[in-house]
């Protein structure tokens, strides 16, 4: 699985958007990039992900450049709730795992 | 609430002592994926199961086992607890193993180890 890089952490101000940047730049073309959040000591919570198209759900929305090498995450009006370390993945597909390589992540805070 | 349980929450015991861990997966779920976090690894894979079999196995220790039973809840053992097996223990559950599907992480389990 390709190797990801992401700042160890960020500040977002509460109600502004939280973009959350990772490099992905030896992923390769059947990776898929996937985010998770993990809130304090509960158990890691799936976000959204994508192959090479920018994505939206109802959590947030995932953009990734289209040399596919860089990806953000964006929450668009981040709250208190949304403090948390964040989870930039690289997974791929077709072997016979799905595991997940989890890395160091990025601390976000979210200040009043 | 992803629908993935564990028990117990909390789990204190001696060193050198045996304990299991239980999850139960989200229902249709096959594949159970158990994770390691502790202060100094982080978050860690284990062991991966689907439909009952081992399909995978990451930084999982001799001492550890795992199963997955008939009706697809599987259990971690561990044996002879060291000081260093303190940590918290994250079960995940997907559809399938190989499809392009979404792991759900239960609560976890705190295992303290004095």
């Known amino acids: 699985d390709a190797k990801t890089t992401q700042p160890t952490s960020m500040d977002c101000a509460e109600g502004r958007a939280a973009n959350l940047p990772c490099n992905h730049s030896t992923i390769s073309g059947n990776e898929y990039v996937y985010w998770y959040r993990q809130i304090h000591s509960q158990g890691p919570q799936y976000i959204i992900h994508g192959l090479k198209n920018n994505e939206t759900n109802e959590m947030a929305s995932l953009i990734i450049t289209e040399d596919r090498k860089s990806s953000t995450l964006i929450l668009p009006h981040a709250t208190l709730r949304d403090t948390a370390v964040y989870y930039c993945i690289v997974r791929f597909f077709g072997g016979a795992t799905n595991k997940l390589i989890f890395g160091t992540g990025t601390l976000l805070a979210v200040q009043p | ?114």
């Open chain 2, 1 to 114: 609430d992803s629908g993935v349980t564990q028990t117990p929450k909390h789990l204190i015991t001696a060193t050198g002592q045996r304990v299991t861990l239980r999850c139960s997966p989200r229902s249709g779920d096959l594949s159970v994926y158990w994770y390691q976090q502790s202060l100094d690894q982080g978050l860690q894979f284990l062991i991966q199961y689907y439909n009952g079999e081992e399909r995978a196995k990451g930084n999982i220790l001799e001492r550890f086992s795992a199963q997955q039973f008939p009706d697809l809840h599987s259990e971690l053992n561990l044996s002879s607890l060291e000081l260093g097996d303190s940590a918290l223990y994250f079960c995940a559950s997907s559809v399938d193993a190989t499809s392009t599907d979404t792991q759900y992480f239960g609560p976890g389990t705190r295992l303290t180890v004095l």
